[in-house]
């Protein structure tokens, strides 16, 4: 009886093993039927395709829109500089052509990007792209070239505004990048290198970063999306394609991207750039004084009040400053009823003033707070 059993145990495992493999053959052979029913040469799938009246769904996480809306006010600028030197006369020479060439026929040119900001053709760019240029030339998305011609620059900002003479010039939308916070997300638009139009994208890493000696007025916006060689001058927009600032400049040791470039806000842009389209340059406040921010350190060593904050160093003498009563070791609290904070906070103020004008001034001096009224003066060009 036990040997019977174990006989029908033995028939029904071998039965049910192969049904299960019979089934996991049938299986495979089915699968490619399936798929054979969603189209066949006689009777096609339909493709996963949109039609020209329906543009594909926006995937995830994509910004196209933004780039399709800012790309085209983004143009390539081209600046060539013909060479100061004087050529021996022997160089025209044909026979000594054919030995030195034509070197002093030479041209030095350079790479940039702008930002078309109105149809009547003006251009942001930065200073240093057209700076000392003979010839400048702009490429724009569309393929038109055009030659261009400053309408005025700003060193101590790296700014500058070109104008081509085109009609039905793309204009991009200015952002406010006053709202924009650490961690937006932001696209980067320039040439880089001369490769062509370049979108770029990252994230805003921090903002009124200063004392980065680049500029004599600093208030960079900081990224890590990738800016290059080329880029500067090119915008840097939201994810909804309003520009934010103008691309600048790298911190780097090889030359090349390392996720940290800095463009100027257009909060800055702005001014500067309505200021040089109204008068062909900037003018701002200056009273004549040279500070210093004061540290925990400096506050012990002098036994100062204050542990932040611009102490006066020095004045001019004559100079506005001076003449409303400024002395060398007052600590400058408010002008015109805005709190200073630092050195830079307070070159920024005085800048804003209109030069004409009175200003109250707070200072602080041997511990008492003191009202002084200056005259605010025209900063003088940077040397």
Known sequence: MRRLWLLFAQTVTVALALYFVYTAVVSDRAAPVRLQQMGSAERPAPMLE?????????????YRNAAARAMPAVVNIITSKRPKRSKH?????????RFFGDEGDDEDSSLGSGVIVSAEGYILTNNHVVEAADEIEVMLADGRKAAAKVVGTDPETDLAVIKIALTKLPVIVLGQAEQAQVGDVVLAIGNPFGVGQTVTMGIISALGRNNLHINHFENFIQTDAAINFGNS??????????LLGINSAIYSQSGGSVGIGFAIPMSTAKTVMEAIIKSGHVVRGWIGVETQDITPELARSFSLPRQSGAMIAGVVRNGPAYKGGARPGDILLSVDGKPVSDTNGMLNQIAQLVPGE??????LRKSRETTLDVVVGKRPPPK
């Open 233 to 242: 001058g090119g915008a840097l927009v939201d994810t909804h394609g309003n």
């Open 89 to 97: 006369p022997l160089m025209k020479d044909p026979f000594f052509k």
């Open 358 to 363: 009175k200003a109250k001034m707070t200072v």
């Open 50 to 62: 949109a039609g020209p009246s329906k543009p594909p769904a926006l995937a995830s996480g994509s």
